[in-house]
Structures are given as C-alpha cells and as structure tokens.
C-alpha cells in the first residue's frame, strides 16, 4: 500500500492539475452562456452609386467598434463571463455579387447604423439575415457533404507593430476632387474584381474579427528590464527607439563616433509606424473560405484567394501571409486518409459561421482548445490599426466598378412638404 507520504506527494501533484482544468472549464461554460445569451445583428452596408470620400470615413465609422468595457472587474470576467467586445467586418462574394456586412451584438446596432450614415449619407443601411445559415453545414465524419469548403487564416508577416500599407500610403487620403477618379489607386480593388469573377454555386467569404486592443505585450523599460501587460503604442515606441539606436555608430568600447542618416524607405516606415501608434488599435483575426456546391470545387481559385491581400504588403512594411490553410500539409504521409484535413475544413467552417475567434467554438468536438487557450482561440491573432482596418474594409468610390458590386443608384430624400393630403 502506498505510504501516507506517497498520497501526499501525489496530492500535492494532482490537486493544482486539477485546479486548473477545473478552473478552464469553469471559465470556459460561464463565457460560452453569457456569448449564448447576447442578440447578434447583421448589418449589410450598400454604399451609394458615388463616394467622394477617401477610407478616412470609414476609419471614424470603425472608432464605435473599439468598445473596452465590460470585462473592468474580476467579478464581470469570472463570474458573469463577460468577454471584451467584439465584430466582425465581412466581405462576401456570393457567386460573384459582393456585400459589405458588420456583424455586432444588438446593443451596438443603433451607434454603428448612425455612424455610417453620419460619414456616408446616401448608404444604406439594413438588418439582414445571416447568409452563411443558407449554406448547408460541413461533417468532418462524413464524405458525403452537400459543400465542398477550403480556407485559411490570413496574418501578418512580420512583428504586428509593423504596419501594412495603409490608404494614406496609396495616396488616398487626399480629397477626391483633387484627384482624378481614373487615377485613384484603391488598394481594395484587386479584392473585389477578384472576388467578383467567381461564378454559380461558388462563394467566397472573408473576415476581420475585432476588438478593442488588450494590454498583452512585452516590453523593456528604461534599464531594460521586460515589462508585460503593455499597450501596443507602448510596443511601437521600443521598436522606434530601436531604430533610432541602429542609426548610432559605436567604436569596439560601445562609444559614439558617428550616425548614419536613414533612408528614405526606412524614415517611410517609421513615420507609418508613429502614426499608427497614435490610432486606436484593435486585436484582429481574419479568414477566407472558399464554399462551393458539391461537385463545382475550382482548385484553380486558390492562387487567387490567398493573393487577395497582398497588395497591402511591402518589403519594407508589413503583410499578410496565409496560415492554418485547410489541407496544407507538407508531406502527403502527414493525412493518408484525409480525417485531419476534414476536421481542418470543418473548424474552419463552424468557426467563421460562429464569428468565434477571440474565445473559442463553442462545440462539444473542441473541448480541448479550452485546456490549452482558455481565453484564446488556436489561431493566431494580431494588432490593426483602424487606418488599417479602414484600409481593408471600406467603401470604395467609382475606380471599383466590378458589375456585380451593388450601389444605391439613387438618393434619398424626404417628400415635398406641399404634397396634397
């Protein structure tokens, strides 16, 4: 019979393991009740026939999405369940026709219809039902599925404090009569020319979930000693303070002797990264899937789903790089029978049906994401700014003409006032 130590050294072993799965499920129901019982609302946004606004407009539509509250208290967080807030931005292409949609809790529904119509006047504006409950779901256990599904998660290349190219460095944050339309160069244009060339049976989705940012990096202090829970502003100032030191000339006793000036594209990217810092910024998750009636699957749409991005990307500057893309094992040993790709197509699904990133599917099957990321999902997630934000989801103006991308054609206006009674 084991000794009375033994069972106290396994005690001793044991009960904080089982603290903290106990701990993790425990967080895990309460947040899964409380997401359970909010109303999710789906704003479709049709921009009008014209949009003589650069994406600076939609950059303040995006500030009434940086919602923080809610989670102030331990009490709000482990015993309520209360998740910091969170949308999701959706560009979809159902067999070629695009829609602009903000996904949002109900009590935001209000705040952000008032907002869009404040910068865009002539928008519309409409609850909608969720287009992705008209497709027929995905089992990972059966070959038989009515949809045939591939996707993956875009995200960024290289440190998140490095910033993307944002419209301001296409050149548009300039007042459009100032430019000539022809000229305009709109980074989200190539998205939805190419999102627009899809054909019947065939859809593509993509989205950016958000929330306000979190206080989760690390940073050195003064004396160098690391420093966690920080803001991102807080991130980008090291990483200028970096640069700053890289530009020092040192002898082999570390004194100064000299700088180097900066290049232009170095001085570019800098003055990018200070004036995102100086943005709200918003924790970020993105996916693109590829959905189609069983049977229409076009391998050949795959290049072009995972380039739709890239044109915001730059050697200098930040880019998105696909990850966790369904079925993209190196060696074909690695999913002999296809099961793991399957389960890959399937969470991929039910998680952009869910909008479910910041905190996890709420499926039975994935219980174990809790024990491992209890507040987090598996994938990675990473810091846009709204400037970037507003770069990659904006109304564009008329350099967008893809025929299948629908306007308001004509203007509201309230009836005459000596109309007969």
């Not at 189609?292 to 995972?306: E, Q």
């Not at 999913?335 to 479910?356: F, H, N």
């Amino acid at each position: 019979m084991p000794s009375a130590f033994t069972n106290l050294v396994i005690l001793i072993i044991v009960a904080p393991i089982l603290a903290v799965v106990a701990w993790h499920l425990w967080l895990s129901y309460i947040q899964s009740v409380f997401l359970g019982n909010i109303k999710w609302v789906l704003l479709e946004i049709k921009p009008p026939k014209d949009v003589f606004k650069s994406p600076l407009a939609m950059e303040l539509v995006l500030g009434a999405l940086f919602q923080a509250g809610g989670t102030s208290t331990w009490f709000d967080r482990y015993w309520k369940g209360q998740v910091r807030n969170f949308f999701s931005l959706e560009i979809v292409s159902t067999e070629g026709s695009i829609r602009f949609y903000i996904r949002t809790s109900n009590k935001f529904q209000k705040l952000i219809e008032s907002q869009i119509y404040a910068q865009y006047p002539q928008a519309e504006v409409r609850e909608v039902e969720d287009y992705t409950t008209k497709m027929p779901s995905f089992d990972k256990d059966s070959k038989d599925n009515a949809v045939e599904v591939w996707g993956f998660n875009p995200t960024l290349a290289k440190d998140e404090v490095y910033p993307i190219k944002t419209y301001i460095d296409f050149g548009l944050d300039k007042a459009v009569g100032s430019l000539a339309e022809e000229e305009r160069i709109d980074p989200i244009t190539p998205t939805l020319e190419f999102m627009g060339s899809i054909g019947a049976h065939e859809h593509i989705w993509l989205q950016f979930i958000v929330r306000a940012a979190t206080k989760r990096f690390t940073v050195k202090n003064s004396k160098g000693i690391e420093e966690k829970a920080k803001e991102w502003f807080e991130k980008s100032k090291e990483i200028i303070q970096k640069f700053n030191e890289s530009l020092v000339e040192k002898d082999d006793e570390g004194k100064k002797i000299g700088s180097r000036r900066a290049t232009k594209g170095e001085l570019g990217v800098i003055e990018s990264i200070e004036r995102n810092a100086n943005k709200l910024g918003f924790d970020s998750g993105a996916r693109a899937v590829y959905v189609t009636d069983k049977g229409h699957f076009d391998a050949n749409r795959i290049p072009g789903i995972l380039g739709m991005l890239r044109q915001y990307g730059a050697n200098d500057y930040n880019s998105f790089k696909p990850s966790n893309v369904t079925g993209g094992h190196d060696f074909p040993w690695q999913d002999l029978v296809g099961k793991k790709t399957l389960k890959q197509k399937d969470e991929m699904y039910g998680d952009y049906k869910a909008r479910s990133f910041f905190y996890g599917s709420f499926y039975f099957d994935k219980i174990h994401k809790y024990f491992t990321h209890p507040n987090e999902s598996s994938e990675k997630q990473f810091i846009l700014s709204a400037e970037e934000l507003a770069t990659v989801f904006h109304l564009p103006g008329r350099v967008a003409e893809t025929p299948s991308f629908e306007r308001i054609e004509s203007k509201k206006g309230e009836a005459p006032g000596n109309l007969p009674i």
